[in-house]
């Protein structure tokens, strides 16, 4: 990847709906080299899909929480795939110390959280400890941010 390749990365992030023409021209490239270098980059993997961003203060009941579990070894790959398949969780870690994994949750209150996740996960013999963070107020949500190491 190059300059421009990281530049295309940038502004796409930023803005996924730019459209080719106006990213080409402020970059300075053609609209036609931008479409390539962007299906260049889906196919290589670099960009997995595009998407869009809810903002969750416009719904009620979303309680945005994350937990650290630790686990045994043994029960990681267990763990891991219940977490996985669970449509709330949005994000999922493995991690180093203290804990093995960690899970960003969104449900529609507490007692959810214990009900459709916290139960369930401490009932795996492997899980030695969930701990959740409740959310209060998003301060900044970025989806990602494009740096160049050189």
């Given at each position: 990847?190059?300059?421009?390749?990281?530049?295309?990365?940038?502004?796409?992030?930023?803005?996924?709906?730019?459209?080719?023409?106006?990213l080409?021209?402020?970059?300075?490239?053609?609209?036609?080299?931008?479409?390539?270098?962007?299906?260049?980059?889906?196919?290589?993997?670099?960009?997995?899909?595009?998407?869009?961003?809810?903002?969750?203060?416009?719904?009620?009941?979303?309680?945005?929480?994350?937990?650290?579990?630790?686990?045994?070894?043994?029960?990681?790959?267990?763990?891991?795939?219940?977490?996985?398949?669970?449509?709330?969780?949005?994000?999922?870690?493995?991690?180093?110390?203290?804990?093995?994994?960690?899970?960003?949750?969104?449900?529609s209150?507490?007692?959810?959280?214990?009900?459709?996740?916290?139960?369930?996960?401490?009932?795996?013999?492997?899980?030695?400890?969930?701990?959740?963070?409740?959310t209060?107020?998003?301060?900044?949500?970025?989806?990602?941010?494009?740096?160049?190491?050189?």
């Amino acid at each position: 990847m190059d300059t421009i390749d990281h530049a295309i990365l940038s502004e796409l992030a930023r803005d996924g709906r730019i459209s080719m023409a106006e990213l080409g021209k402020q970059l300075d490239i053609a609209p036609s080299t931008v479409f390539k270098r962007i299906e260049k980059l889906k196919t290589s993997g670099v960009i997995e899909g595009f998407t869009i961003a809810i903002n969750p203060d416009y719904f009620a009941d979303s309680l945005i929480s994350f937990l650290t579990i630790t686990v045994s070894p043994d029960d990681k790959e267990e763990v891991a795939s219940f977490l996985a398949n669970h449509d709330s969780i949005l994000e999922l870690y493995e991690t180093l110390e203290p804990s093995d994994f960690m899970a960003k949750v969104v449900v529609s209150s507490i007692t959810n959280l214990k009900n459709e996740i916290l139960i369930p996960l401490s009932r795996f013999a492997g899980v030695k400890e969930i701990k959740p963070f409740i959310t209060v107020k998003r301060i900044k949500e970025q989806n990602w941010s494009v740096r160049r190491y050189d």
